[in-house]
């Protein structure tokens, strides 16, 4: 037993990603439309050249026939798929391995979800009947906890965590001004930040992911045949994925500093793409800003720096988009927002992006390096689900 | 020999000063305050509370049924005192059942228990929430609380601490105070009229009671006269022909008049300060009159509450008369902008009864591991099916983190929410109540409390908070069991 990977046996030829915004006028259909058929523009393709395909959606609909409808695909094998906020890297990791099986030759990914159309402000559950007894707690609120541990595990005080979670928020804020497909494309200064009225513990509302209606997809095609469709393929070097037990919640040792699920997922992707100093390998990184002090926190998780340290690089501008590892340098979920289904693939866009050398001049990173990681992760502290990818420009 | 094994009153956390109101209203009130339940509390959360303080001191107990009694039930059709009897974690084989309705239904099912020698062990609880419309006179001299009497026969493990004596009712049909079905509010007749009838009732069955006991009213140690018709127990309290002194506090100025709850509540009060071969008695006043006339025995020298009832009232924290408004629904405020939640499925409830109404989780016997809620696979060493129970609704726990959710759907915002660590093991991320948002702190200690968390279709979801152990019971201190 073994998680082996498919490093170098497949890749990416053609991806499409919609702006991520308050969609009033476009239903979950407009969403599915625009980013596949950028998406089969990009690659090349039709609708027919696509041999299957997988739909990440957590709720915005049932089944594989939400994408196959506005689509009209006719008879091809189509997949929902809902693995919290990680549905959208969900959906290709699926089409990847189907690839990579010899299955299928050409395989499609497509994640989208129309949040905007529920009335409430925020993410909202699918209720499942139950006995009463589960938490009613917003993600902010379970994610608010962190802060506080941190900061007394590492001895960092009250107001130098505000000035690091503040950096990320601002960090984030700055890269996603520069992206037309952001939601927020604003500077926000620091002050305004830390200003901001609260939401949960000492979380302001610019602590926060956006929340915005969105669509990204993704082609994907043996690695051999890769040229066929594109110059420029990125190869999947790594597609790792845990589920925590959510035993979290419930052990005593459980100290809300770390996210074991995302250390394990990142961990197993290292290996399967031989990376062993990801600080200095990976051209950058786009991971699960769901709330500032996530972010902090899986800048050791992801092995970017040592425990206890992260709160020092942030400061130090390590992980700024002309830093020694730009983070999020799209703008990441605090620019985006989050439109759970398509997160996960908006995640690879920008990494198509970038190491294609195709954003656009003000905010494309300067870099050799020829490798990105992409994070993503569902749930809470102590009962998560979590993804990390690593994808590449070169074969080997 | 049948009496009282023992008794508790429960006193919410919360008061409101009645100079509030005239302070909003420009009229209504009065002085000193009154005791008010918080928005998750109910009928049905109060006795549960009252009775984890009856049994606490008489861990050998064994009841053969619960009763409950009051005039603000939650549910009507279905019994809440299986509620009540799921919370305390009893065997099935115990029988539960509700007095319901009216404000005389306190002092009957207490007298009904009382009277049944040879028929087991009865808990009898007593709850009620008592309010009017705004500026009314029922809604500042009210109150909310609870009481539970322990009754049963003198026996090695459960001794009588009070001795029932004998008591009287008597009965008399006429409209001092009435509310139909579904009415926000009681109605009364005018005041005089009521006091005519009732103080003659009440009498009579006073004498009635102390023949029946075999006493002289001289010869009481302890009473009080209880009943919503606040003057004509004034003026019956007079006519009682017992010592100067003798008359207690009937806890109008601090809690209020607890209508069906009110003779249990009085009654644990003059308890826990008797000695014994003390005469404790209490009048109601309701429908007629009725008399409970008990002696302490020795054995109350060894007995001591869990929480009495004075230092519930000592440890109150005041509330706004806003928030009273609204908690008792009679002022509408926005509600958060969040989905509300939904109805709590019927048979998920009754699978987890032990953990929805018990709080019990499961210990994995091979590594010692708690899992809150119950688990059957292990999460230290993955053992299957190798669990006992562990209960931690007695347990107290101790704050690792918390925080503060001012999105979340509650009743009453914001939502504090805290991880606790359980003396003897097991975590457990929960709501906290009756505190402070700005009080709370790691470290913290913190009891388990009953309380209901939302009402959905129709459907209360009744489960476990903590609260700061302040305002807890001893119901809290006791070593984790199971």
Not at chain 1, 365 to 386: C, K, R
Not at chain 2, 15 to 34: I, N
Not at chain 2, 102 to 124: E, I, K, M, N, P
């Amino acid at each position: 037993m073994a998680s082996h990977g498919i490093k170098d046996r497949v890749a990416i030829v053609g991806m499409g990603c919609t702006r991520f915004a308050e969609h009033w006028d476009k239903g979950l259909d407009d969403l599915i439309i625009e980013a596949s058929q950028d998406t089969f523009a990009s690659a090349g393709v039709t609708k027919d050249d696509v041999d299957a395909y997988w739909f990440g959606t957590a709720q915005s609909g049932m089944s594989g026939i939400t994408l196959a409808g506005p689509l009209q695909l006719e008879g091809k094998p189509v997949t929902r798929v809902e693995n919290y906020c990680t549905t959208g890297s969900e959906a290709l990791r699926a089409a990847a391995y189907a690839v990579a099986s010899g299955a299928y030759d050409v395989a499609m990914a497509v994640g989208a979800e129309k949040v905007k159309d529920s009335g409430y402000q925020g993410l909202n559950a699918f209720p499942v009947p139950n006995d009463g007894t589960a938490r009613t707690l917003t993600a902010a609120a379970m994610f608010s906890m962190v802060a506080p541990a941190y900061g007394k595990k590492y001895g960092v005080g009250e107001d130098e965590l505000t000035e690091v979670l503040a950096r990320i928020s601002w960090k984030n804020h700055q890269n996603g001004a520069l992206n037309p497909r952001a939601q927020f494309r604003k500077e926000v200064s620091t002050e305004t930040i830390c200003a901001s009225p609260r939401v949960a513990g000492r979380l302001g509302v610019f602590d926060c992911a956006g929340v915005a209606d969105g669509a990204a997809a993704a082609i994907v095609v043996r690695a051999e045949d890769a040229h066929r469709y594109t110059d420029k393929p990125l190869y999947i070097k790594a597609l790792s994925f845990a589920a925590g037990s959510g035993a979290g919640l419930i052990d005593p040792d459980y100290d809300y500093t770390w996210f074991p699920e995302c250390a394990h997922a990142a961990e197993d992707a290292y290996r399967q793409a031989g990376i062993t100093d990801p600080l200095h390998e990976l051209a950058m990184a786009e991971v699960h800003d769901c709330f500032t002090p996530t972010e902090l926190v899986l800048m050791e998780d992801l092995g970017f720096a040592e425990r206890g340290t992260a709160w020092k690089e942030v400061l130090a501008g390590t992980f700024d988009r002309t830093g020694e590892l730009p983070v999020n340098p799209d703008g990441g979920l605090k620019s985006f927002g989050h439109p759970v289904g398509a997160s996960g693939l908006r995640m690879f866009f920008e990494t198509w992006l970038q190491l294609r050398g195709e954003a656009t001049p003000e905010r494309q990173i300067d870099t050799d390096l020829t490798l990105a990681l992409t994070h993503n992760l569902g749930g809470y502290p102590g009962e998560m689900v979590s993804f990390v990818s690593v994808v590449g420009t070169e074969l080997g | 020999m049948r009496g009282i094994v023992s008794i508790a009153g429960y006193v919410p956390y919360r008061r409101l000063q009645r100079s509030e109101v005239a302070k909003f209203f420009g009229t209504g009130g009065g002085k000193g305050t009154r005791a008010v339940a918080s928005h998750d509390e109910d009928t049905t959360t109060m006795g549960v509370e009252a009775a984890r303080l009856a049994l606490h001191p008489v861990p050998g107990a064994a009841p053969s049924a619960i009763w409950l009694a009051t005039a603000t039930p939650a549910y009507l059709d279905k019994t809440n005192a299986t509620a009540i009897h799921a919370a305390l974690g009893q065997p099935a084989r115990v029988a539960a059942f509700d007095f319901g309705g009216a404000l005389r239904s306190g002092t009957g099912a207490l007298q009904t228990g009382l009277a049944s020698t040879g028929s087991g062990t009865t808990l009898v609880v007593l709850a009620d929430l008592r309010d009017g419309l705004p500026t009314s006179a029922d809604e500042s001299a009210g109150g909310d609380g609870a009481a539970a009497v322990l009754i049963g026969d003198d026996a090695p493990g459960t001794p009588v601490i009070a001795e029932y004596l004998g008591g009287a009712s008597v009965t008399d049909e006429f409209l001092d105070r009435w509310r139909t079905v579904g009415d926000r509010r009681s109605r009364v007749w005018e005041e005089r009229f009521g006091e005519t009838r009732y103080v003659p009732l009440g009498t009579q069955a006073w004498e009635s009671a102390l023949k029946s006991a075999g006493i002289a009213a001289e010869q009481v140690d302890h009473v009080v006269v209880t009943g919503m018709h606040g003057r004509a127990a004034k003026a019956l309290g007079r006519k009682l022909g017992v010592a100067d002194g003798v008359l207690s506090d009937d806890l109008s100025a601090t809690v209020g008049q607890t209508g069906a709850a009110h003779p249990g509540l009085v009654l644990a009060a003059m308890l826990e300060r008797a000695r014994p071969g003390e005469v404790v008695a209490v009048v109601a006043l309701a429908d007629g009159a009725d008399v409970l006339v008990f002696r302490t025995t020795d054995a109350i020298a060894s007995w001591s509450p869990a929480r009495s009832v004075a230092d519930q009232i000592a440890d109150g924290a005041d509330l706004s008369y806003g928030k009273f408004l609204s908690w008792r629904g009679m002022v509408a405020t926005e509600p958060p902008r969040r989905p509300e939640p939904q109805r709590v499925s019927s048979s998920a409830a009754w699978r987890n009864e032990g953990w929805k109404f018990g709080f019990v989780g499961t210990r994995d016997r091979a590594s010692g591991a708690v899992h809150l809620p119950p688990a059957r696979v292990s999460m230290k060493g993955g053992a299957v099916d190798d669990m006992e129970p562990a209960g931690r609704a007695d347990t107290e726990a101790t704050i690792a983190t918390y925080t503060i959710d001012r999105l979340a759907y509650s009743p009453s915002p914001p939502v504090v929410f805290a991880v606790l660590d359980f003396d003897g093991g097991g975590r457990f991320p929960v709501e906290l109540t009756d505190v402070d948002p700005d009080t709370v702190d790691i470290g913290d200690r913190v009891t388990m409390t009953f309380r209901k968390l939302f009402t959905a279709d129709g459907i209360h979801d009744y489960f476990w908070k903590a609260k700061p152990s302040h305002a807890a019971g001893a119901a809290g201190t006791t070593p984790a069991g199971g």
